[in-house]
């Protein structure tokens, strides 16, 4: 009979070891599963930049002959592009400010070629304008989404009892991806 | 903060799941019901219920998309047809951090859009010629964002499993009030056989109430999270606001209508009511513009 109950309890003890080991598992592969969410965001930020740099010599090639008094603002736009190239790969810290830079750049230049009716009627301008517009997007859309992504990440840093589980594994924190831009819209906030 | 709207979001969430389930147990009941009436035991209808939906469910993973988009008249595009559409697809599909889908062009003066597709790696989004005309570049980015979440949202995976589960209800229901008139009747079980009729008379309307319930908290859901995408809710409640009305597409059928942004039979727009796939487009239009409020709100402070 005592034999029996310390059985039975025995089977307690092992079964509650099992599913505080397979919670902890859980925990554990939720954090790897954000990080690479957040890395594979990171990537496709990477990509979509990459995309906007290699626009541009394009860009400026067809406006050359068109604004041939706007030389400054040619250069600074290329000047901008490969400093942006510089600073790419080298995480968001330094790619942040290089991008504004350009941003601030192209919006310039956008608003110079108003003037050139004929560099705006230009086929091949339309289709890189679009390219552009597009790209602009595409940089936002997945800013927005690594930036939802590491807050996602870093929030469960913070929480118990994944701040406990983190100590098991490689999990730094992540930073964001600034851009500084008074004209962005704010999101509303809608939490899933 | 903005609790309504959250509550909101989760609401329509958590109902669409108990609707769910809700079906699943109307169809394992109309099987058990038959089961107990004609053999004396549940499991034999539970059982001949669950090889329906099987073979069912195998033919709408396989075949469901490539279906629905053919019987729609649907051409999948790249970008030399239409550079801005596919670009906007594939903003849309980064914001929502998934793969591009396919993109397919029906070409019909009616407007409309729709999304199908098992799982985000193999979903397909459509667009009718006369939506795609109509839009600005941001109503068809707020218009491809609410398709996204559809497929984001796994309501295309969702919407399939309802419809395979409306399908073993009615085939069900048939097969058993069909074989009742031509068996002799005065058998045993006389109560559980009035209870088996009626239930297999009402079953299949029950099934299909449900699945429009799942659409309407749906269309909610992905509208919201559509806005959550693009930061604009205003130019989707534009792109409705056009859509009003003229919606209606010759390719759609009633198998199918609950896939579309708005239904493509009504041509009003409707009342909520129990028997219509999408919310009313006055209260979807509502919603999203209370939304560009809130924010434009946040931002100007």
Do not use: C
Request: proline share 4%; charged share 20%.
């Amino acid at each position: 009979m005592q034999m029996l109950f310390a059985v039975s309890e025995m089977v307690w003890i092992i079964g509650l070891v099992v599913v505080i080991g397979v919670w902890f598992v859980g925990l554990y592969n939720g954090l790897v599963r954000l990080k690479n969410i957040v890395e594979e965001a990171w990537a496709q930020i990477d990509v979509q930049l990459k995309r906007r740099h290699d626009l541009i010599p394009n860009l400026v090639e067809t406006a050359k002959g068109y604004m041939k008094h706007e030389k400054e603002t040619l250069e600074a736009v290329i000047q901008a592009r490969n400093s942006a190239v510089a600073a790419a790969g080298q995480g968001p810290a330094a790619a942040g400010p290089a991008e504004n830079m350009l941003t601030g750049a192209l919006r310039q230049f956008f608003a110079l070629s108003e003037a050139y009716p004929d560099l705006k009627a230009n086929e091949n301008m339309l289709s890189l304008q679009e390219e552009l517009t597009s790209t602009e997007n595409r940089i936002a859309f997945s800013r927005q989404h690594y930036n939802d992504s590491v807050r996602r990440y870093n929030t469960k840093l913070e929480q118990i009892p994944t701040n406990i589980v983190k100590n098991f594994g490689d999990f730094p924190e992540k930073e964001f991806f600034e851009i500084e831009d008074p004209s962005e819209r704010e999101a509303p906030k809608v939490s899933f | 903060m903005d609790l309504g709207l959250f509550q909101n979001v989760e609401q329509n969430r958590r109902r669409s799941v108990w609707l769910i389930l809700l079906s699943i147990v109307v169809t394992v009941s109309l099987g058990g019901v038959i089961g107990a009436a004609s053999t004396g035991t549940p499991w034999a209808g539970i059982g001949i219920a669950g090889v329906i939906a099987t073979v069912l469910a195998l033919f709408a993973w396989n075949q469901g998309s490539s279906f629905v988009l053919s019987s729609a008249g649907a051409k999948e595009i790249g970008k030399e047809e239409d550079a801005v559409l596919v670009n906007v697809v594939e903003e849309v599909a980064i914001a929502a951090g998934l793969p591009r889908p396919r993109i397919y062009l029906i070409d019909d003066p009616g407007m409309n859009a729709f999304a199908t597709g098992i799982s985000p790696d193999q979903a397909s989004v459509a667009v009718t010629r006369g939506l795609r005309d109509a839009l600005s570049r941001d109503e068809l980015q707020g218009v491809m964002a609410h398709e996204m979440a559809h497929v984001g949202n796994y309501d295309t995976r969702v919407m399939i499993l309802l419809s395979v589960l409306v399908g073993t209800v009615a085939i069900m229901s048939d097969m058993f009030l069909r074989g009742r008139m031509y068996r002799a009747r005065g058998k045993n079980q006389g109560a559980m056989m009035v209870v088996a009729i009626v239930f297999a008379i009402l079953a299949p309307f029950a099934s299909m109430l449900l699945q429009f319930a799942v659409s309407r908290k749906r269309e909610y859901l992905a509208d919201a999270t559509a806005a959550t995408m693009t930061r604009n809710p205003d130019a989707l409640a534009d792109a409705l606001e056009k859509l009003g009305g003229r919606g209606k597409l010759e390719g759609a059928n009633r198998g199918t209508q609950h896939l579309f942004i708005v239904n493509p039979f009504r041509t009003r727009q409707e009342l909520s009511s129990a028997f219509a796939t999408h919310p009313p487009l006055r209260e979807r239009v509502r919603r999203l513009r209370a939304l560009a409020g809130r924010y434009a709100a946040r931002s100007s402070k």
